[in-house]
C-alpha cells in the first residue's frame, strides 16, 4: 500500500489502474514468469489483484479518490500521510480512520494479529484468503477421495474410470460406455471406449488400482504393444499411485500417443466433473459491475 500510495503523490495526477501494476512490478523487479502467477483458481493475477486490493484499501480510509471508472488519485489526506514518512502501511495503520474501521466492520472483520491481518498471514488479500481456504478444502478432499479409491475393487475402479471418462465426452452415452467398456481379454488393455459420440474413434484404457507401487517402463511398455497389436494409436494409463520418470519419459518418446494419468491428477478430475463427489455449499464472490455504474453517453 505504501509504494502504491508513493506513485499516487509522485504522480500528483489521476492515475489509470493498469499503468500503477506496470509501475510497481517494475519497482519491485518482478519477472515475467513471476507476473503470470495467478490466484487458485486461474482467473486473475495475483500481483494485480493485490494492488487492486491496495487501492481500495486505500480509498476506504481516504488516502486515495476515485476520479472515474479505472482511475484514482491522491486526496490530501494521503499527501500528509507521505509528508509524514511512515515506515509503512497496513490494515493496523489504517485504523486510524474511522472510515477504514467502518469498511471493516461491514467486511465483518475482526482485527487479529500484530500487523492487523485476519489471518496468520497479514500480507494476504481477502479474496486470496477464500481462495486459499477453498484449495486447502480442495486437497484434503482429494486426499480423501484417493483413498476410497484404493480402498475399492479392482472392478469397481474400472467403473469409476467409466464414469469419468464418459463425464469428460468419451464414450458417447453411458449405456453405450457400458457395452464397450470392460476386460478385453488383450494383454495391457482392461477396456475400450469411444473417443467421441459419433464412434469415430476409440481409445484403449489400461486402470492400475495400486496403492503405494509405482507405474514403471515396462508397463507402459506392456501397454503400448498391447496398442500396437490392436493397431491402436490412442490409449490412456490411468493409475491411483504415480508413475516413474523413465515411465513418463517412454510414453513422451513413442509414436502412439498415451496419456500417464496418476492419483493426483485422477481424483483433480473427478472433483472437476463431479464423479464421486457432491456439492455442499456455493459462496458466490461478486465485485462491482462498473458498466452498469457508468453514466456516460
Known amino acids: 500500500m505504501l509504494p502504491l500510495l508513493k506513485f499516487a503523490a509522485a504522480k500528483g495526477q489521476e492515475i489509470f489502474k493498469h499503468e500503477a501494476v506496470d509501475v510497481l512490478a517494475k519497482k519491485f523487479h518482478l519477472s515475467d514468469n513471476e507476473l503470470?502467477?495467478?490466484?487458485?483458481s486461474g482467473r486473475s493475477g495475483l500481483f494485480a489483484g493485490r494492488v487492486g486490493w491496495a487501492s481500495t484499501y486505500?480509498?476506504?480510509?481516504?488516502?486515495?479518490?476515485?476520479?472515474?471508472?479505472?482511475?484514482?488519485?491522491?486526496?490530501?489526506?494521503?499527501k500528509k500521510v507521505i509528508q509524514n514518512a511512515p515506515p509503512t502501511i497496513n490494515?493496523?495503520?489504517?485504523?486510524?480512520?474511522?472510515?477504514f474501521r467502518d469498511f471493516e466492520r461491514r467486511s465483518k472483520k475482526e482485527p487479529q494479529g500484530e500487523n492487523g491481518g485476519e489471518t496468520n498471514d497479514p500480507t494476504l488479500t481477502p479474496l486470496e484468503v477464500a481462495e486459499s481456504a477453498h484449495e486447502s478444502l480442495r486437497n484434503e478432499l482429494a486426499a480423501d477421495l484417493l483413498s476410497k479409491l484404493k480402498e475399492s475393487s479392482p472392478s469397481f475402479f474400472e467403473q469409476i474410470v467409466v464414469d469419468l471418462l464418459v463425464q469428460m465426452g468419451y464414450g458417447g452415452s453411458r449405456h453405450?460406455?457400458?457395452?464397450?467398456?470392460?476386460?478385453?481379454?488383450?494383454?495391457g488393455i482392461d477396456g475400450i471406449i469411444k473417443?467421441?459420440?459419433?464412434?469415430?474413434?476409440?481409445?484403449?484404457?489400461?486402470?492400475?488400482?495400486?496403492?503405494?507401487?509405482?507405474?514403471?517402463?515396462?508397463?507402459?511398455?506392456?501397454?503400448?504393444?498391447?496398442?500396437?497389436?490392436?493397431?491402436?494409436?490412442?490409449?490412456?494409463?490411468?493409475?491411483?499411485?504415480s508413475f516413474s520418470?523413465?515411465?513418463?519419459?517412454?510414453?513422451?518418446?513413442?509414436s502412439t500417443r498415451i496419456i500417464l494419468i496418476d492419483g493426483d491428477q485422477l481424483t483433480k478430475l473427478m472433483i472437476?466433473?463431479?464423479?464421486?463427489?457432491?456439492?455442499?455449499?456455493?459462496?458466490?464472490?461478486?465485485?462491482?459491475?462498473?458498466?452498469?455504474?457508468?453514466?456516460?453517453?
Open 91 to 99: 490494515n493496523k495503520y489504517l485504523r486510524q480512520y474511522p472510515t
Open 58 to 78: 486505500l480509498k476506504q480510509a481516504g488516502l486515495l479518490a476515485a476520479t472515474r471508472r479505472g482511475y484514482f488519485q491522491i486526496t490530501d489526506e494521503g
Open 176 to 187: 453405450d460406455a457400458a457395452k464397450a467398456v470392460g476386460r478385453s481379454g488383450d494383454g
Open 36 to 40: 503470470a502467477v495467478l490466484l487458485p
Open 245 to 254: 520418470d523413465d515411465a513418463k519419459k517412454y510414453a513422451s518418446q513413442i
Open 272 to 297: 472437476e466433473h463431479d464423479v464421486g463427489v457432491s456439492t455442499v455449499s456455493l459462496y458466490p464472490v461478486k465485485k462491482i459491475d462498473s458498466d452498469y455504474f457508468d453514466e456516460e453517453v
Open 195 to 241: 473417443e467421441d459420440k459419433l464412434g469415430l474413434d476409440v481409445v484403449y484404457i489400461q486402470a492400475k488400482r495400486w496403492d503405494a507401487n509405482t507405474v514403471g517402463r515396462p508397463a507402459i511398455q506392456q501397454f503400448a504393444g498391447a496398442l500396437l497389436a490392436q493397431k491402436a494409436s490412442k490409449g490412456i494409463f490411468i493409475t491411483t499411485s
